[in-house]
């Protein structure tokens, strides 16, 4: 089975400041997808990182891919109020396999 | 612009009452999954359709089943619901079963069993 560990869970920061989410797991996969999903809304998606050292950026979010697919992280810069959320990171292990899914990362940005 | 869409947003059953949650999609895509998400949790993969090909996750109680009539529909049906089944329903499709396809998620049905 493969598992895929979120954190923080939880994280309140003030607007501005700059935070990082991380994404680990001891398994490869063969993609990994961020979403982004607000209360009683189905998760919208980010962005997916297909090959091993791969950054992307979406404006100021940062999303990188471990050299050897087993990780990746999400770097906010100058967070807004606009960024709460909760963010689900979701690997592929390649096929028609569903995502596994991590818990989340609950984000809270206070102005 | 709605590409997938659930129906109803909202349920509330009786405990043991069958109840069946409705996805539709206008993306015309091949596979189509039903994610359950309980409170603060992630979403858990409960099966999906590839065509017409049903691929049940081996943790997926008895008490789901899914009916796939067409492309652009899939129905999960809770055939005896209990308390514990009282979470979000969400339905995702992608365009093929390669590695790193993108899932479209819907808005999901939260579910309440009283």
């Known amino acids: 089975t493969q598992l895929l560990e979120q954190s923080p869970q939880f994280l309140s920061i003030q607007e501005g400041e700059n935070l990082t989410v991380y994404c680990n797991s001891s398994s490869v996969f063969s993609s990994l997808q961020w979403y982004r999903q607000e209360p009683g809304e189905g998760p919208v998606l980010l962005v997916t990182v297909v090959t091993g050292g791969e950054v992307k950026k979406l404006k100021r979010l940062t999303f990188q891919f471990g050299d050897a697919r087993k990780d990746s992280s999400l770097h906010i810069t100058a967070a807004q109020p606009g960024d709460t959320g909760l963010y689900l990171c979701?690997?592929?292990?390649?096929?028609?396999?569903?995502?596994?899914f991590g818990k989340g990362t609950h984000l809270i940005i206070q102005p | 612009d709605a590409m997938v869409i659930q129906n109803p947003r909202y349920q509330v059953t009786q405990f043991g009452k069958p109840v069946t949650l409705s996805c539709s999609q206008t993306?015309?895509?091949?596979?189509m999954y039903w994610y359950q998400q309980k409170s603060s949790q992630a979403p858990k993969l409960l099966f999906h359709y590839y065509d017409k090909d049903f691929n049940n996750e081996a943790d997926t109680p008895d008490n789901f089943q899914s009916r796939r009539p067409n492309t652009s529909f899939c129905f999960l049906d809770i055939r005896s619901p209990g308390l514990g089944d009282a979470a979000m329903y969400l339905c995702?499709?992608?365009?093929?079963?390669?590695?790193?396809?993108?899932?479209?998620f819907g808005p999901g049905t939260r579910l309440l069993v009283l």
């Open positions: 993306l015309n895509h091949n596979v």
């Open positions: 995702a499709t992608s365009s093929s079963r390669r590695g790193g396809e993108t899932q479209y």
């Open positions: 979701a690997g592929s292990g390649g096929g028609a396999d569903g995502l596994t």
